[in-house]
């Protein structure tokens, strides 16, 4: 079975950073798009960024220029690097990974695929 576990979450000032990770353990981790998504009280889930088997990247427009996605293939992790961060990026943070490309937006095409459990990020103004 396909595990995903994010950590790095937490509180911190506007203006300020953080560095999310995601472990999957597992088979198929080079197959998968895999990205970052997140949820605000009251709000649908939206994707924030995502990454292809080529290395290929997307993001939603609320975080470009501030958030970057990247992964260590060799330590089945991927990570979401949030600097300037806003109140408005308040959310719980979810990883997930799958069996499709990554689409427009920061998000991976609709497909089968799994999602951890989250990490909560606070920004404070």
């Known amino acids: 079975a396909v595990q995903l576990v994010e950590s790095g979450g937490g509180s911190v000032q506007a203006g300020g950073s953080l560095r999310l990770s995601c472990v999957l353990s597992g088979y198929g981790y080079n197959r998968y798009c895999m990205g970052w998504f997140r949820q605000a009280p009251g709000k649908e889930r939206e994707g924030v960024a995502a990454v292809d088997s080529d290395g290929s990247t997307s993001y939603a427009d609320s975080v470009k220029g501030r958030f970057t996605i990247s992964k260590d293939n060799a330590k089945n992790t991927l990570y979401l690097q949030m600097n300037s961060l806003k109140p408005e990026d308040t959310a719980m943070y979810y990883c997930?990974?799958?069996?499709?490309?990554?689409?427009?937006?920061?998000?991976?095409?609709?497909?089968?695929?799994?999602y951890g459990q989250g990490t909560q990020v606070t920004v404070s103004s």
């Open positions: 997930g990974a799958f069996y499709s490309r990554i689409e427009y937006g920061g998000t991976c095409a609709p497909a089968s695929g799994y």
